[in-house]
């Protein structure tokens, strides 16, 4: 579609289903490149040996407390995105806005659990543990790719099992 061409589809107007899926997976996308660029980043200046050496104890509390965070910070971006799509639960369908929003939230909190340990790197000049907390949370966000299925799809009720979908 051309950009002087009018919008006659409703799915394409900002809010509809089109344009949020477009959207997400620019999202998505954006978010899956941000750490392989810091990562490459935080290399470099390594290679160019810039860096004090961390101690093993500010490894370690640095670890623990990512860990930490992926063990607290993850279930609750899983919660608030189910409170913003209940209506997926109840058999119906979600507001695109409300499924670009709860989707982001995962997303940003799983990019939060990759970006901060690869900066640890940089800090702490040392790349494992560090890492772990970021691949852990990268093989998580590579499951999480948007399907769109909540603002599609009507379900039926979690109760019923025959026909409850649960979504991704």
Same mark, same amino acid.
């Given at each position: 579609?051309?950009? &002087?061409?009018?919008?006659?589809? /409703?799915?394409?107007?900002?809010?509809?289903?089109?344009?949020?899926?477009?959207?997400?997976?620019? @999202?998505?996308? !954006?978010?899956?490149?941000?750490?392989? /660029?810091?990562?490459?980043?935080?290399?470099?200046?390594?290679?160019?040996?810039?860096? &004090?050496?961390?101690?093993?104890?500010?490894?370690?509390?640095?670890?623990?407390?990512?860990?930490?965070?992926?063990?607290?910070?993850?279930?609750?971006?899983?919660?608030?995105?189910? &409170?913003?799509?209940?209506?997926? /639960? =109840?058999?119906? $369908? $979600?507001?695109?806005?409300?499924?670009?929003?709860?989707?982001?939230? $995962?997303?940003? @909190? =799983?990019? $939060?659990?990759?970006?901060?340990?690869?900066?640890?790197c940089d800090v702490t000049?040392?790349?494992?543990?560090? =890492?772990?907390?970021?691949?852990?949370?990268?093989?998580?966000?590579?499951?999480?790719?948007?399907?769109?299925?909540?603002? !599609?799809?009507?379900?039926? /009720?979690? @109760?019923?099992? @025959?026909?409850?979908?649960?979504?991704?």
């Amino acid at each position: 579609m051309s950009s &002087h061409e009018p919008l006659t589809n /409703a799915e394409d107007l900002p809010g509809g289903r089109q344009f949020t899926m477009r959207a997400a997976w620019w @999202a998505y996308v !954006i978010l899956l490149i941000l750490p392989f /660029a810091i990562l490459a980043g935080v290399i470099k200046s390594r290679s160019n040996g810039g860096l &004090h050496q961390g101690t093993t104890q500010t490894v370690d509390r640095w670890f623990v407390l990512m860990m930490a965070y992926l063990v607290v910070g993850i279930p609750a971006a899983l919660f608030y995105r189910r &409170h913003l799509c209940i209506a997926y /639960a =109840l058999g119906k $369908v $979600v507001a695109p806005r409300k499924y670009f929003l709860g989707m982001l939230t $995962v997303w940003l @909190a =799983l990019e $939060v659990g990759m970006i901060i340990p690869i900066l640890r790197c940089d800090v702490t000049a040392s790349y494992l543990p560090s =890492l772990l907390p970021a691949i852990l949370a990268f093989m998580f966000y590579l499951t999480l790719w948007p399907t769109g299925t909540m603002m !599609i799809r009507r379900v039926g /009720a979690v @109760a019923d099992s @025959a026909i409850f979908r649960q979504s991704r």
